[in-house]
């Protein structure tokens, strides 16, 4: 892609969700130098996309789409990229799932916060032997690229699993949501007993982040050669 304002193309992190802003930028700043990343509250955009779908699949795109159609007119070149994740527990058959974030029952409608759904997710594991678990993370990408023939709009989505074990009690302290109950058998440690780096390496959402990013360097690739083509052979 050429080195141009014009040309720039944006990535909107469409979360409002710090911690997975955290975790994300990191693995896409480096793509290329003509890619700039920014959330949703650094473009002072404040909104919540209800999720609505049954899927993981079916929330991710639903959060791309929307922010995508909300910025494309500010952004000549965009990439909304959003996510969904959901930690599937065998003996709960599969649950929270999609329901992971609003897991813990609450009052009045009001949204638990991280602790509530661990503490849930522990008392309905109480006396439970079987504690196999995974985490899964779907990314859908939602953009329009420059390219020969002006522009060029895609959607793409891609999948990250871990599997692991619920503990029996919250191991570490770092992290966010079910990170210190979740025990990546890879390592014998839970997320929350992990450094960002380490984390960054092997978790579901960097898993999914990292197909998302091959398959960008591959389209980029393919509209630059379709371009320089073109440009050779008019």
Known sequence: MPATTDNRLTIILATSNRDKVKELRPLLENISSD???HSLNEIGVNVEIEETE???EGNALLKARAIFNLLSERFPFLIALADD???EVD?????PGVYSARFAPMPDGLTPAYKDNVLHLLRSMKGIANREARFRTVVALKGVLPSSAGCFEFEHTAEGVVPGSITLE???NAGFGYDPLFLVHSTGKTYAEMSMEEKN???HRSLAVQHAIDYLKTLLQ????LSNDTKTHP
């Open 35 to 37: 890619i700039t990343v």
């Open 54 to 56: 049954a899927t993981l």
């Open 85 to 87: 994740t959901g930690l």
């Open 91 to 95: 003996a709960l058959n599969g649950a």
């Open 170 to 172: 919250e191991q570490g």
């Open 201 to 203: 390496r092997l978790s």
């Open 222 to 225: 393919q509209i630059s050669t």
